[in-house]
């Protein structure tokens, strides 16, 4: 008798529950047979993209994109080698991605998810060279769970592509730790550069793993390789350009960093530190809590402790001495970052540790003497496909829910889509050519970038750390518009550089407001100045 067989000959109730089983036994043989296991986890990945989009889409309806998306689509309209906060990497991307897809605001989500799950599939090229293949799969499974790779993941910026950049660059140390090779270190140096690209930030994972080759016992077999010189030889080669760049700009990424991270205080300092602690592990929390129902989860009447009695004897499924470099990397890029924080009076953002936490289910389930069966992966699962198809449901719940009577600056519910749209129009009827530049902070000018369908580039009034995108005197050239909020604390600031340079201008005063499904959202009131083009101001 076969398996379908043998379910439709016992009691409706008793099948259901065999048919799960046999459900849940087919997708644990799929995900870690070696002919289909890559292929599993990429569908995986593709379905938490394809469904996350939706969820964000629908539950940022009534919002607009986060200015770090609306910047990283401004530099991707040019590809330079920096854009004055940060290396270039990010911007490219962008700039690739948009020149596929409409610039829209479900694009942007699409994007963010397409980076989250080209991270899940890394991760899990990671895990197979620590553990067997049921393990691996489950630690794709919690990270798609991490509210990193769904609800949090929605803005795509530096610290969102970090989750391919940082994950590549350990799978490339795991390779060359294991084959000491020349190829090995030449993919090594260039994983490296592309984390260093992506944000400096990827030095982090780049000295952790150092430190573990350090602290390992089969350290000198590595260091005698070619595998990391020729690593430090492509990562120098690699970054020269960008080290070229960075001497023209005078060190402009540092002098950002220094401006706006620099405190002089070190209790402020640990204040932001523990918040960044607790945040991070508040996020980790669901992730740890699904991975320990998956595993250790009993019928009502048999004690859950049950199965951890069973985790007495040591996995062969963990390759022990790769398992001590994820430890080693993992317990310093989570401990460090906040220590030296505080010893160095830096404000640590909460958005920093986005990046630094994809190896804590891998580390978790490389314990040797965790006992995982295979039906948990069918439990994990369903843990992230009930937890989706919730968020699926209540997405739009949410978003009406979220629009609100007040906005802080910058905040997503300003109505700069119609605004940007409304702008445009100005500029299309005085002078019947494209918006070329739009001068405001960062918080005002980047959503005008994206929404407005001529793109202007950028110029931020006083910035030192410029994204040389445009210049003062090609905005005078071309024309500009120039954007103070009204409700924005530098607004002194802005008046005073648009009396300098904008003393021509034609001034406007501009409201808007948010309407979605009935409720309304803050009134935003702008300053407007429009500049004509230098040779009509003639």
């Known amino acids: 008798m076969t398996d379908v067989q043998s379910i439709k000959a016992l ?15 087919r997708l644990a043989l799929w995900a870690t047979d070696e002919s289909t296991a890559p292929a599993a986890v990429i569908w995986f990945a593709a379905l ?40 270039p990497l990010s911007g490219w991307v962008a700039g690739l991605w948009f020149r596929v897809f409409p610039v829209t605001d479900w694009s942007s989500y699409a994007l963010a998810m397409a980076t989250v799950s080209v991270g899940l599939v890394v991760c899990w090229y990671i895990a197979v060279r620590v553990v067997d293949r049921r393990r691996a799969f489950l630690t794709v499974v919690m990270l798609a769970i991490y509210p990193i790779f769904n609800f949090k993941g929605f803005k795509y910026n530096t610290d969102l592509l970090q989750l391919v950049t940082l994950p590549l660059i350990v799978l490339a140390f795991l390779s060359a730790f294991e084959r000491r090779s020349v190829r090995a270190g030449v993919w090594l140096g260039l994983a490296a550069v592309a984390g260093v690209m992506t944000k400096y930030w990827a030095f982090t994972v780049i000295g952790a793993a150092g430190l573990a080759v350090l ?11 070619p595998a990391p010189w020729v690593a430090l030889v492509v990562l120098i080669a690699g970054l020269a350009p960008h080290v070229w760049w960075l001497v023209q700009v005078n060190f402009a990424p540092f002098t950002y960093a220094g401006d706006v991270y620099e405190l002089g205080s070190r209790t402020r300092a640990a204040q932001f530190a523990l918040l960044y602690v607790g945040h991070n592990i508040a ?3 669901p992730v740890l809590l699904a991975g320990w129902g998956a595993l250790f989860w009993q019928p009502l009447n048999q004690p859950w402790w049950r199965s951890m009695i069973r985790m007495s004897q040591a996995s062969t499924g963990v390759d022990l001495a790769q398992a001590r470099n994820v430890w ?40 040797p003497h965790l006992r995982v069966q295979r039906i948990a992966i069918g439990r994990l ?22 629009v609100k009577q007040t906005a ?33 902070t960062t918080e005002a000018g980047q959503p005008m970038v994206f929404y407005s369908p001529d793109h202007p580039a950028p110029l931020t009034p006083g910035e030192l750390w410029s994204s040389g995108l445009t210049s003062l005197d090609e905005a005078k050239r071309l024309g500009f518009i120039g954007i103070c909020d009204q409700g924005d604390y530098r607004l002194g600031i802005c008046e005073a550089w648009m009396a300098k340079h904008a003393a021509n201008a034609e001034q406007l005063n501009i409201s ?17 100045y429009v500049v004509p083009p230098a040779a009509l101001a003639q």
Do not use: N
């Open 11 to 25: 009691p409706t109730r008793a099948r259901r529950g065999r048919g799960v089983r046999l459900l849940a036994a």
């Open 48 to 87: 938490h993209a394809a469904l996350w989009t939706v969820i964000l889409t629908a539950l940022k309806a009534a919002q607009d994109v986060h200015m770090d998306v609306a910047e990283a689509f401004a530099w991707g309209q040019q590809f330079l080698l920096g854009y004055g906060k940060h290396p």
């Open 215 to 225: 602290a390992h016992p089969d350290r000198m077999r590595f260091i005698r390789s």
């Open 283 to 285: 996020l980790l929390t």
């Open 328 to 367: 080693m990397i993992q317990g310093i890029i989570g401990l460090v970052p906040p220590v030296a924080a505080v010893a160095f009076a830096i404000y640590i953002k909460t958005d920093w540790g986005i990046p630094l936490f994809f190896l804590v289910p891998l580390a978790c389930l490389a314990i």
């Open 381 to 402: 699962v369903l843990i992230w496909l009930a937890m989706t198809l919730v968020a699926l449901v209540v997405a739009p719940l949410i978003a009406q829910s979220s």
């Open 408 to 440: 802080g600056i910058g905040s997503t519910s300003t109505p700069t889509a119609q605004f940007a749209q409304q702008l445009t129009d100005i500029w299309h009827t005085r002078f019947r050519s494209r918006w070329a530049v739009v001068a405001a």
């Open 512 to 528: 808007a407001r948010r309407f979605f499904h009935g409720a309304s959202g803050p009134l935003v009131r702008w300053k407007v």
